[in-house]
C-alpha cells in the first residue's frame, strides 16, 4: 500500500508555471507507474500525464502536451507535474495516483491509490 500527498498547488496567472508535488510513503513507491489527473467542477476526473515505474516512459493527454511535464524521483518517493504556459481552463483540482499494473492506462478506475488533491487555479 502506498499513502499520496499532493502539494505545490495555488493562483497563478495565465502563461505563469506551477510544479506539483507528489511525495509517497512506503518502499515500494518504484514499484507503481504514477499518473496525474485533475477534476473540474461537475466533472469526472480527467486523465493528464503517465510515467512509468523507472520514469522512462511517460505519456500525455493532448489538452496538455508541450507545456507539462511529468518526472519522478525514486529516490525521494516523490513524483511531480511541471505545469507551464497555464490556462484559465487548467484550473480544477489536481491528484496523483499509483498504478500496480504494467499497462499503460488513462482510465481514473485502474488506479489503485489516490492522494488527497491540490487546487490549482490560473487567472486571466
Known amino acids: 500500500q502506498v499513502q499520496l500527498v499532493e502539494s505545490g498547488g495555488g493562483l497563478v496567472q495565465a502563461g505563469g508555471s506551477l510544479r506539483l508535488s507528489c511525495a509517497g510513503s512506503g518502499r515500494t513507491f518504484s514499484s507503481y507507474a504514477m499518473g496525474w489527473f485533475r477534476q473540474f467542477p461537475g466533472k469526472e476526473r480527467e486523465f493528464i500525464a503517465r510515467?512509468?515505474?523507472?520514469?522512462?516512459?511517460?505519456s500525455y493527454a493532448d489538452s496538455v502536451k508541450g507545456r507539462f511535464t511529468i518526472s519522478r524521483d525514486n529516490a525521494k518517493n516523490t513524483v511531480y507535474l511541471q505545469m507551464n504556459s497555464l490556462k484559465p481552463e487548467d484550473t480544477a483540482l489536481y491528484y496523483c495516483a499509483a498504478d500496480r499494473g504494467i499497462l499503460v492506462t488513462t482510465m481514473p478506475q485502474r488506479y489503485d491509490y489516490w492522494g488527497q488533491g491540490t487546487q490549482v487555479t490560473v487567472s486571466s
Open positions: 510515467i512509468s515505474k523507472s520514469g522512462g516512459s511517460t
